[in-house]
C-alpha cells in the first residue's frame, strides 16, 4: 500500500506536471472508483488545478471553486503519467484524467479493485476525510508521546492506525520498529520516556530516509514498487533473511491478510513472538527463543 513515501512523491510528481493546467476531462473505467455522485465529475472539467496535496494516504486535487477530487489509492493502486487522451488498460486501469499536456493514468494490477475517488465540494466537507491522525513530521516530540499514549494500543496499532499517527502503514511501520529496537507487540501505555524518544525520532528517520529513496527511484516518474526499493528494507518483507544489524533470522507474525517483520535479537529481547498460525501448529515445537531457532537450524 502506498504510504507516507510513496505518497508524498506522487503528489510532487503530479504537482510539477499538471499544477496550472485545465482538467478537461475525467475518463471512469471501473464502475466501482468513484464513490460519490454529488457534485458530479463534470464539475470538475474545464476548472484548473490550483493545488496537489496529501491527506494521509490520500491524494488531494485542488480546483477551482472550491472542488476537491480526493484519491486513495489503498493496496495496489499506482498513477502513470501518458500521452494526451491514452487509451485505459482493459485490465488494470481505472480512470484517467485529461490535462492538455498529458493524462494521468490510474491502474490498479488486481482482481481486486479496493482504490476510490471521491468529488468534494468546500473544505469543510474535504475535512471529513481526515481522520485527525498527527502528522509526525510537524509534530514535536511531545505531541507525539502524547498521541501514542492516549490510549493504550500495542506500537504496531498506533502507528498504523490513521487516528492517531497520519501516513504510516504495514511496511514502514516494520521498519520504524526495527530502527527504534521496539517489539511490535509492546504496549504504549508502558513504554518508558526514553522509548517514546527513540520511537518519535525512528519515525522521523524512516519516513525522511525512505522518501528520498522512493524519489530516487522513481527517477523524474510516479513511484512504483520495485525489487530494489524492498530489497534496501531491513525487516519488512525479510522473513527468514539475516537482520542487517545482528544477522539474526528476520521473524513473522500473521494474522487476517497481513504480516509483521521483526528482529528477535534487536527488538524483542531473543523471544521469538508467537504467530497465531503456526504456533498452534507447532505446539511445543514453537521455538520461543532466538536459541530455539539456531538449535532448529543446526
Same mark, same amino acid.
Given at each position: 500500500?502506498?504510504?507516507?513515501?510513496?505518497?508524498?512523491?506522487?503528489? #510532487?510528481?503530479?504537482?510539477?506536471?499538471?499544477?496550472? *493546467?485545465?482538467?478537461?476531462?475525467?475518463?471512469?473505467?471501473?464502475?466501482?472508483?468513484?464513490?460519490?455522485?454529488?457534485?458530479?465529475?463534470?464539475?470538475?472539467?474545464?476548472?484548473?488545478? =490550483?493545488?496537489?496535496?496529501?491527506?494521509?494516504?490520500?491524494?488531494?486535487?485542488?480546483?477551482? #471553486?472550491? =472542488?476537491?477530487?480526493?484519491?486513495?489509492?489503498?493496496?495496489?493502486?499506482?498513477?502513470?503519467? +501518458?500521452?494526451?487522451?491514452?487509451?485505459?488498460?482493459?485490465?488494470?486501469?481505472?480512470?484517467? @484524467?485529461?490535462?492538455?499536456?498529458?493524462?494521468?493514468?490510474?491502474?490498479?494490477?488486481?482482481?481486486?479493485?479496493?482504490?476510490?475517488?471521491?468529488?468534494?465540494?468546500?473544505?469543510?466537507?474535504?475535512?471529513?476525510?481526515?481522520?485527525?491522525? @498527527?502528522?509526525?513530521?510537524?509534530?514535536?516530540?511531545?505531541?507525539?508521546?502524547?498521541?501514542?499514549?492516549?490510549?493504550?494500543?500495542?506500537?504496531?496499532?498506533?502507528?498504523?492506525?490513521?487516528?492517531? =499517527?497520519?501516513?504510516?502503514?504495514?511496511?514502514?511501520?516494520? #521498519?520504524?520498529?526495527?530502527?527504534?529496537?521496539?517489539?511490535?507487540?509492546?504496549?504504549?501505555?508502558?513504554?518508558?520516556?526514553?522509548?517514546?524518544?527513540?520511537?518519535?525520532?525512528?519515525?522521523?528517520?524512516? =519516513?525522511?530516509?525512505?522518501?528520498? +529513496?522512493?524519489?530516487?527511484?522513481?527517477?523524474?516518474?510516479?513511484?512504483?514498487?520495485?525489487?530494489?526499493?524492498?530489497?534496501?528494507?531491513?525487516?519488512?518483507?525479510?522473513?527468514?533473511?539475516?537482520?542487517?544489524?545482528?544477522?539474526?533470522?528476520? *521473524?513473522?507474525?500473521?494474522?487476517?491478510?497481513?504480516?509483521?517483520?521483526?528482529?528477535?535479537?534487536?527488538?524483542?529481547?531473543?523471544?521469538?513472538?508467537?504467530?497465531?498460525?503456526?504456533?498452534?501448529?507447532?505446539?511445543?515445537?514453537?521455538?520461543?527463543?532466538?536459541?530455539?531457532? #539456531?538449535?532448529?537450524?543446526?
Amino acid at each position: 500500500m502506498p504510504e507516507y513515501p510513496e505518497v508524498v512523491v506522487a503528489v #510532487e510528481r503530479l504537482s510539477s506536471l499538471a499544477k496550472g *493546467q485545465t482538467l478537461e476531462r475525467i475518463r471512469v473505467a471501473h464502475p466501482f472508483l468513484l464513490r460519490t455522485a454529488d457534485p458530479p465529475l463534470s464539475a470538475l472539467e474545464g476548472k484548473v488545478l =490550483l493545488d496537489v496535496q496529501r491527506l494521509q494516504k490520500q491524494i488531494i486535487c485542488v480546483l477551482q #471553486e472550491e =472542488l476537491f477530487l480526493v484519491l486513495h489509492l489503498m493496496i495496489s493502486g499506482r498513477l502513470d503519467w +501518458r500521452e494526451p487522451g491514452c487509451s485505459i488498460p482493459r485490465k488494470s486501469g481505472l480512470a484517467a @484524467l485529461d490535462f492538455p499536456d498529458g493524462s494521468l493514468l490510474i491502474s490498479e494490477p488486481s482482481t481486486k479493485k479496493r482504490a476510490s475517488l471521491h468529488v468534494v465540494r468546500g473544505r469543510e466537507l474535504l475535512a471529513s476525510f481526515d481522520r485527525g491522525g @498527527l502528522e509526525v513530521m510537524d509534530g514535536a516530540l511531545e505531541a507525539f508521546a502524547s498521541r501514542i499514549k492516549e490510549e493504550n494500543h500495542t506500537l504496531k496499532r498506533a502507528l498504523t492506525d490513521q487516528r492517531i =499517527l497520519s501516513g504510516i502503514g504495514n511496511a514502514y511501520s516494520d #521498519e520504524i520498529l526495527h530502527r527504534a529496537r521496539l517489539s511490535p507487540f509492546a504496549l504504549t501505555a508502558h513504554i518508558t520516556d526514553d522509548e517514546a524518544v527513540r520511537l518519535y525520532t525512528a519515525t522521523r528517520q524512516v =519516513l525522511m530516509d525512505w522518501t528520498e +529513496r522512493v524519489r530516487k527511484a522513481a527517477g523524474g516518474g510516479f513511484p512504483k514498487e520495485t525489487r530494489a526499493i524492498r530489497h534496501a528494507m531491513s525487516v519488512h518483507g525479510k522473513y527468514g533473511e539475516p537482520c542487517p544489524v545482528c544477522n539474526t533470522e528476520v *521473524q513473522r507474525i500473521r494474522y487476517a491478510k497481513r504480516e509483521t517483520n521483526y528482529c528477535p535479537r534487536c527488538q524483542t529481547e531473543g523471544r521469538v513472538l508467537a504467530d497465531r498460525v503456526l504456533s498452534r501448529l507447532l505446539k511445543q515445537d514453537w521455538p520461543r527463543t532466538v536459541e530455539d531457532l #539456531e538449535r532448529h537450524g543446526e
